[in-house]
């Protein structure tokens, strides 16, 4: 009749072992899982280029100057500073009425020679 | 050929508009539209002219007349040839816009520019030719190949160097005739698009230049106000043409002998006098955008607007001053 307690302390005994060797498996998964993810992702990223200077303007060339787009850029606008379309006058090189300084019609103009 | 007499703005005092009264002549030369205006009020003297000095001079100084000076110049090789005060004027003036441009403008590309199709005046030009392809053209020859002796006036072409001093002649001769008329008042000659300006309007007042927008070439597309200087526009929005199906054009390379391949439309450039302003845009444009506008920040007399293929605008420094 004294067996009884025996054999009910072995298993209690089994049930910690695989209690323990659950617990070590499930710690050292997540010991090692964690890593590999982190290097999947990293993996996963798109490849960024090595990152540039700024571009900056040589001071001899660029500053100040206005750039603007006619009607007919076809490109898209990137222009360096806020455009201003200038108002187009009409050409009067052909008439001799209007004309004279202080108005604001050119005398003459210049073009392609 | 009358003279045109313009009135100015009507809201101004009588005074003022006296001042402004703006006698202008136009007429056909060079192979160009030119106008002539001298601002005062009576009739000058010296106005109507002006032609007859603009024939003379394309009689000395044309390629495409056989019986000019240039042209018999151009025949002889190995000989010194007494040349006219009037080429040898400009002669000068080539070798000037040639060292003032470290050779991208001369006119020893005579050859070249008729491989390239532009062997008659352009009003008779086909814009369509063909012709059997010819050997590449070398690097041009610059113009200390060419011997002279001003003592005697005598020019003395080496074998296989003709001249062709193209804008630089109708520069010159747009200043010429500015310095002839200033004797009567403030004067204005445009050469077709090289305007020689002699100083302030009567008034005292800058004259208006508008610079023609080389894709509505019924507008401008901007105005400068200008005193004494000269101002020049080179480009290939006009003269041009193709041949065997390649789009040409007047303005050549002389390091590669065709013509000039360049980001550029046109470009405009203000300068001291009408000279200096033709070979300066005509060296940016052969430049091209980049390198022209080094050129001309390099160079702090010179004003420039540049119009790119793609319409983008680009303005010097200096040229703020006169907008």
């Not at chain 1, 072992?17 to 993810?37: C, D, E, Q, S, Y």
């Not at chain 1, 996963?44 to 001899?60: A, I, R």
């Not at chain 1, 108002?87 to 009425?97: E, I, M, R």
């Not at chain 2, 007859?52 to 151009?74: G, I, K, P, T």
Request: charged share 20%; glycine share 8%; aromatic share 6%.
């Amino acid at each position: 009749m004294t067996a009884k307690p025996n054999a009910r302390n072995w298993s209690d005994v089994q049930t910690a072992i695989a209690t323990v060797a659950i617990v070590t498996t499930l710690g050292m998964w997540n010991l090692f899982a964690a890593p590999t993810k982190t290097v999947t992702a990293q993996a996963e990223q798109p490849t960024v280029p090595p990152t540039e200077p700024p571009v900056t303007s040589e001071p001899t060339l660029m500053p100040q100057v206005k750039i603007m787009f006619t009607q007919t850029a076809p490109q898209t606008v990137t222009a360096q500073q806020p455009q201003t379309k200038k108002k187009k006058k009409k050409n009067n090189n052909n008439n001799g009425g209007g004309g004279g300084g202080g108005g604001s019609v050119s005398v003459t103009q210049t073009q392609s020679s | 050929m009358a003279v045109v007499v313009e009135e100015a703005d009507q809201s101004q005092s009588l005074k003022h508009r006296v001042h402004k009264m703006l006698q202008r002549l136009e007429f056909h030369a060079m192979g160009c539209e030119m106008l002539a205006a001298i601002d005062r009020e009576a009739g000058p003297l010296t106005l109507p002219h002006v032609p007859e000095w603009f024939e003379e001079w394309e009689q000395v100084l044309s390629r495409f007349r056989y019986d000019s000076e240039l042209a018999r110049l151009n025949q002889i090789h190995e000989q010194p040839v007494h040349v006219s005060e009037t080429l040898w004027d400009v002669f000068r003036a080539a070798r000037k816009a040639e060292q003032m441009t470290d050779g991208l403008v001369t006119p020893t590309l005579l050859d070249a520019i008729i491989e390239a199709g532009y062997d008659r005046p352009f009003d008779v030009l086909p814009h369509q030719t063909t012709s059997i392809p010819a050997p590449v053209m070398t690097a041009s020859r610059p113009l200390t190949a060419i011997a002279l002796k001003a003592s005697t006036r005598t020019i003395t072409l080496p074998f296989g160097i003709g001249l062709d001093f193209g804008g630089v002649a109708k520069g010159w001769a747009a200043h010429q005739a500015m310095k002839r008329l200033q004797v009567e008042g403030p004067a204005l000659v445009n050469a077709g698009g090289d305007i020689a300006i002699s100083g302030p309007r009567a008034d005292g007042n800058p004259w208006q230049i508008g610079i023609t927008d080389p894709f509505y070439p019924d507008e401008e597309i901007e105005t400068l106000h200008l005193n004494a200087c000269g101002i020049a526009t080179s480009g290939k929005d006009r003269r041009r043409w193709t041949r065997n199906g390649i789009l040409q054009h007047h303005i050549i390379d002389p390091f590669t002998g065709q013509p000039a391949e360049t980001d550029l439309l046109t470009v405009t450039v203000v300068a001291p006098n009408v000279m200096e302003a033709e070979a300066a845009a005509k060296a940016i444009f052969i430049l091209g955008g980049r390198v022209g506008l080094e050129w001309i920040e390099a160079h702090p007399n010179f004003a420039a607007l540049f119009i790119f293929d793609n319409g983008q605008m680009l303005y010097s420094r200096k040229l703020e001053e006169y907008l």
